[in-house]
């Protein structure tokens, strides 16, 4: 029997319960519609108080959103992004970035995730080579779709490379809370401080209902991004709830409660399943995820009770999530399922 809590993914989680009552509190009269009523209003201000003040705020649905229409904005149809083969943007956005943004994918091979100036350089060449298309992004995810995380000086090396180039550097952060929760330093520091110019700031994964938020770190990088929101059906008109979900996200920094809950569980995941013989952890587990090899014919058994995602069918490596609501019964009775699966097989 399918449990009702799995470890497919933190979208399935529901939404925390002081956010719902936000959302409540929120849906009270008339408010202007578009972004210019007073929960909106605070959420920016409590966002660009994150990262220092000087910084533009743009809320949008979703995290495919939030990524296309933040790289839109940093070059032209005729540039390319370089990001990983794994990234967000590469697999799960169904060539949303390219239809969107015109620009080309250049994936990059990494052992981890993360990309590094050795890995890209290569792809550093062409420029006013009107045949190539003009190196203009590199998109870096944090944490990573592996779960590992970048360090700060990582992600300074990305963006000087960048930068060096007069390319800009973007940064996908669908779980960016679980990364400041494990970095446990403010998030200014491994974004604006480090270099980044633009940033996807997810809210979905942890606790929300929907909502994310473009954040550009350099003026003018904005640019007429107001036109791209709304061509991209990415402006809200009663826009206040996504606001009011994004002040209770932050009030008593229920953003990093949630995170640090969600960190706490895949680290106790990855110790009670790591001497289970034939299972395999094939990742630092550094934010809320678990990546492991299992024995193949275990998967279909072992999601018959507990729903989670297949990574690599070929190399039988199977993702686990973890998020703020999952319980430790719910890790123990998964662990202890699993290790009695391969006991018996």
Known sequence: MLRARGFASDNNAGVHPDILKSMIDANIGHAIGYGDDIYTKQATTTIKELFGGSVEVYFVFNGTGANVLGINNLGQSYHSVICAETAHIQVDECGAPEKFTGMKLLSVSTPDGKLTPGL?????????????????????????????????????????????????LHMDGARISNAV?????????????????????????????????????????????????????????????????????????????????????????????????????????????????????????LQNEYFF???????DEVRWMCSFDTTEDDVNEFAALLKKMVQNN
């Open 120 to 168: 890209i350089k290569k792809y550093l060449h062409g420029f006013g080579f009107e045949h190539h298309s003009q190196p203009g992004v590199i998109s870096i995810t944090q944490p990573t779709e592996l779960g590992t995380l970048y360090t700060v000086d990582e992600i300074k090396e990305l963006s000087e490379l960048a930068h060096s180039m007069g390319l800009h």
């Open 181 to 301: 929760a494990a970095l446990n330093i403010p998030v200014k520091t491994f974004t604006k401080d480090a270099g980044v110019d633009v940033l996807s700031f997810g809210g979905t994964k942890n606790g929300m209902m929907y909502g994310e938020a473009v954040v550009f770190m350099n003026p003018g990088l904005d640019h007429n991004f107001k036109y791209f929101r709304k061509q991209g059906m990415q402006l809200a008109s009663k826009m206040r709830y996504i606001g009011a979900q994004f002040n209770a996200f932050f009030a008593n920094e229920l953003w990093l409660k949630n995170a640090s809950h969600a960190n706490k569980m895949a680290q106790l995941l990855y110790q009670k399943v790591k001497d289970i013989p034939g299972v395999k952890v094939i990742q630092p587990v550094q934010a809320n995820g678990v990546f492991a090899k299992i024995p193949g014919h275990l998967i279909p058994k």
């Open 309 to 315: 995602y297949v990574w690599d069918e070929q190399k």
